[in-house]
């Protein structure tokens, strides 16, 4: 299985753009978390969906932010407008059922920078 | 308010000595406490856990330590190595399939 995987790695955009993040699961795991890291705070959880459905939001910053799951095994993270303190690594981590914590794995990020 | 802290933002240690990464934590319903470690441009990878029905958990070069009454919990490494210089990020939760309460990490570096 090739892991967690993010697109863009890198994405540079001017502020009041949209931005898309995406992520793919890993194949049979049912719950994702996308997470953002900045160097102050470390790693937020922004939001945490099981089964598709969104369990926990609160750790979205504002209604800039929208996260969605159009099936099973994505899932996207978008910010419009997006602003400079929006600038971090996001990442989005998978889980198995019932899994432990020992078991939640991580993409490599989306490194954003937001000018 | 921040339930983990990792009050060292970085930490310089020489090679083949013990390295002692550091972790507080608040909420006392806390149970479960794991260790992750991260390379620049990678996502964080599991390193080692402890519940807290145990004190002190060891895998090969990596020891992490509990102090339930402290609220505190220590990794420890040794040997340090030079693939050891990473971020370690403590985390802990309610329960091992919890939700996670991430620290702003420690940056290690093992000098040669």
């Known amino acids: 299985d090739a892991g967690v995987i993010q697109s863009p790695r890198h994405e540079v955009t001017e502020m009041g753009q949209e931005v898309t993040l995406r992520c793919k699961l890993i194949s049979g795991h049912n719950s994702l978390f996308w997470y953002r890291q900045t160097m102050m705070r470390g790693l937020e959880l922004l939001i945490y969906?099981?089964?598709?459905?969104?369990?926990?939001d609160s750790g979205m910053p504002e209604d800039r932010f929208s996260a969605k799951m159009p099936n099973a095994s994505f899932s996207t993270l978008k910010i419009q407008p997006s602003e400079p303190r929006d600038s971090a690594v996001y990442f989005c981590a998978s889980k198995g059922q019932g899994a432990t914590n020992e078991k939640l794995f991580f993409g490599s990020g989306t490194q954003l920078s937001v000018l | 308010d921040q339930q983990v802290k990792q009050n060292s933002p970085s930490l310089s240690v020489q090679e083949g000595r013990i390295s002692i990464l550091n972790c507080d934590y608040t909420n006392s319903m806390f149970d479960y406490f794991l260790w992750y470690k991260k390379y620049p441009a990678e996502g964080p990878t599991f390193l080692i856990s402890i519940s807290s029905i145990k004190d002190k958990n060891e895998d090969g070069r990596f020891t992490v330590f509990l102090n339930k009454s402290a609220k505190h919990l220590s990794l420890h490494i040794v040997p340090s190595q030079p693939g050891d210089s990473a971020v370690y990020f403590c985390?802990?939760?309610?329960?091992?399939?919890?939700?996670?309460?991430w620290g702003a990490g420690t940056k290690l570096i093992i000098k040669p």
């Open positions: 969906f099981n089964n598709n459905v969104p369990i926990d």
């Open positions: 985390a802990a939760s309610a329960r091992s399939n919890y939700q996670l309460i």
